[in-house]
T-cell receptor, first 114, second 113 residues
Framework: DADVTQTPRNRITKTGKRIMLECSQT?????MYWYRQDPGLGLRLIYYSFDVKDINKGEISDGYSVSRQAQAKFSLSLESAIPNQTALYFC?????????????FGPGTRLTVT | DQQVKQNSPSLSVQEGRISILNCDYT??????FLWYKKYPAEGPTFLIS?????DKNEDGRFTVFLNKSAKHLSLHIVPSQPGDSAVYFCAASATGGSYIPTFGRGTSLIVHP
């Protein structure tokens, strides 16, 4: 089974709707992240969390909110979706205290806002 | 302004030849560098990394070179295989800080049979 899972994998929604993307991990990592990928723009950080009580904005947090329900769960919400939030969204985890600094990514959610 | 730059959006290579993917960075605080590979419909996966205390790290067909004075790193794939066709992201982080990496925009590698 995958260590980092995301639901849904694909979602089409209308402008103004509220939508939640969910991420779960079985790696036991404290750190979790949400990124979006747009063609030609690479991966941009939306929010990150270093533990259940720690939430931080990334470089493009406007229009998004997050919830860290447990060590294993980190959700991303779009309160009122707009078309320029159409993108691929990735959740990731990491554990730099292990001496390994790489991130582990989920399979992604393709979101289309019409 | 981009702190991590991958100036080649795409690269096409013949199977068996060497693939060289380049990455430049501007932030002097970056001291740990990573390469990720991404296939369509999948999340990025870690490929190889290098600390600033080294200038080379090798893992099988993949070698990363770091030139700190030029703030430049490169990923060499030898020999290239069709299964290497993917988007490659360069990332850089400052281990004295939060370890959160900054990603480049990616290079799409196509290896032709």
């Amino acid at each position: 089974d995958a260590d980092v899972t995301q639901t849904p994998r694909n979602r089409i929604t209308k402008t103004g709707k509220r939508i939640m993307l969910e991420c779960s991990q079985t790696k036991g990592h404290d750190r979790m992240y949400w990124y979006r990928q747009d063609p030609g723009l690479g991966l941009r950080l939306i929010y990150y969390s270093f533990d259940v009580k720690d939430i931080n904005k990334g470089e493009i947090s406007d229009g998004y909110s997050v919830s860290r329900q447990a060590q294993a769960k980190f959700s991303l919400s779009l309160e009122s979706a707009i078309p320029n939030q159409t993108a691929l969204y990735f959740c990731a985890t990491s554990d730099p205290t292990s001496g390994r600094y790489e991130q582990y990514f989920g399979p992604g959610t393709r979101l289309t806002v019409t | 302004d981009q702190q991590v730059k991958q100036n080649s959006p795409s690269l096409s290579v013949q199977e068996g030849r060497i693939s060289i993917l380049n990455c430049d960075y501007t932030n002097s605080m970056f001291d740990y560098f990573l390469w990720y590979k991404k296939y369509p419909a999948e999340g990025p996966t870690f490929l190889i990394s290098i600390s600033s205390i080294k200038d080379k790290n090798e893992d099988g067909r993949f070698t990363v070179f770091l030139n700190k004075s030029a703030k430049h790193l490169s990923l060499h794939i030898v020999p290239s295989q069709p299964g290497d066709s993917a988007v490659y992201f360069c990332a850089a982080s400052a281990t004295g800080g939060s370890y959160i990496p900054t990603f480049g925009r990616g290079t799409s590698l196509i290896v032709h049979p």
